[in-house]
DNA sequence: GCCAGTTTGTTCTCACGTTCACAAACTCCT
DNA sequence: AGGAGTTTGTGAACGTGAGAACAAACTGGC
């Protein structure tokens, strides 16, 4: 079932802990990682508004980082900046995209296809950042066959098909919390991955499975947090003398 | 984000800052206000299949946290807990609650209905977890009216409007990225100081509105990255030797 | 009442991430 | 050509967060 990505692993014992950094002096970390697509955006809109140079401040500013955190970012890539210059907006995009691995698109699935999948489906923002979505599936038999997105929603048993047939290793998982972890299961079974859970509660998967959640709830959350401790009394309380 | 980094300091006497930490001293650690909303969620589960204790490393576990990180972010919140026995699950979840403010529910209003607007706006998990839409608005003349998620869409010019009546202080960005800044402007000017953005790019506030951002597309790229590392050929490469 | 077992709350240490500050290196002007 | 002005890349200091370990405190049995 998962031939083909155990198939392509290295093998070599040369990166054992995630601490070597030895390979070729590139261990990236999380926080610069997390960064890079922010770049990434930033320096497509200059391109597309024609900028070719621009300095680490300028980017900086672009994306609401401290320069000097955003040079040592890239810093982890390589020198491709210029002193006393700044760096070439197209070189660096590039770069960056590399660094990646979103020079080509990556093939998605999306399972579960209510309200959020249909809009993920639908969000054009994939397909140019490095995405296409090649499969979009569901339990529901009302919605099989269904055009979504220019795609038809096919049953969740035909997983292990889309996954081999388009070398898929990356799914997303939009289904109520109940269904998540079964899901990921069978997502993990057929050999993805990479998971992008969006359903609330956690979902465990073996150790070589990278999963990522997105929680909507969850930010409003922390956003009422900060709410509350602004002001005491925060939305029914009629009367507070504010000073 | 500088009112909330301000820390007691052994030595120093309390409150020196102003604004900081006068409701009782806590000063709870971002990290930390990330996690609460994780371990609430838990809690509820625990709640309705009728736990009603449970100890640190139970709660541990169903949260995917050390139980040592746990066990002190509630510190933070004060001491709860009970040694020997652990925590009372019903009683944990109120105090959680009532430190991120969701005991009651926070009027939250969504601007633009598109694709994603329409998810956001049907999402059950917003209502269930101290959230309540109170207002649908776009730009767009044809939207206008349409009823969504049992609300009828509004012009954008209503804003004003809405954020005054019913006292909304947290809005939501889910319009293209080319008009999210102006909304935002448009949000920090009718007094919204909580903001949600989903467009992508970066949008600035003024200090004392807390903007929190969710894209889509980073989540999957920070996904590539590391399904990139894992296997140097990922998809389509024919060749290129990747020094 | 007292002891054994359990679990919390906290302290200490280490790793990671952020920011400052500056030498190295490049361009431009004279 | 040489010096002035910029900007990168990086070493070092600082602050925050994670995890191990342990004393304090509670329950239950005898």
Redesign the pocket.
């Known amino acids: 079932m998962n031939a083909h990505t155990s198939a392509e692993r290295p093998g070599e014992p040369g990166t054992v802990d995630g ?1 070597t950094a030895r390979v070729s002096g590139r261990e990236i ?4 990682v997390a960064r890079l697509p922010i770049y990434l955006r930033a320096l497509n809109t200059m391109l597309e508004c024609g900028t070719t140079t621009c ?3 300028e980017l900086a500013v672009a994306t609401g980082v ?4 955003l ?2 970012d ?2 982890y890539l390589g ?9 070439d907006v197209d070189y660096l995009r590039y770069q960056i995209a590399r660094e990646i691995g979103v020079t080509q698109d990556w093939p998605v699935i999306i399972v579960g296809i209510g309200n959020l999948g249909h809009a993920l489906a639908n969000y054009s923002g994939f397909r140019s950042r490095g995405f296409r979505v090649v499969g979009l599936l569901d339990a529901d038999v009302d919605l099989h066959g269904r055009q979504v997105a220019g795609l038809a929603v096919q049953p969740f048993a035909d997983l292990e098909q889309i996954v081999g047939e388009q070398d898929v290793a990356i799914g997303v998982i939009a289904t109520p919390a109940g269904a998540a972890q079964d899901v990921a299961d069978r997502m993990v079974a057929a050999g993805l991955t990479s998971i992008l859970n969006f359903a609330p509660g956690v979902i465990t998967v073996p150790a070589g499975v990278d999963v990522r959640k997105v929680d909507l709830s969850i930010e409003l959350q922390i956003l009422a947090y900060h709410e509350h401790r602004k002001a005491p009394q925060p939305q029914t309380v009629p009367e507070r003398g504010v000073s």
């Open positions: 601490l970390p999380e926080a610069t300095s680490s401040e401290n320069s000097a955190k040079r040592k890239l810093s020198s491709y900046g210029t002193r006393g210059v700044g760096y």
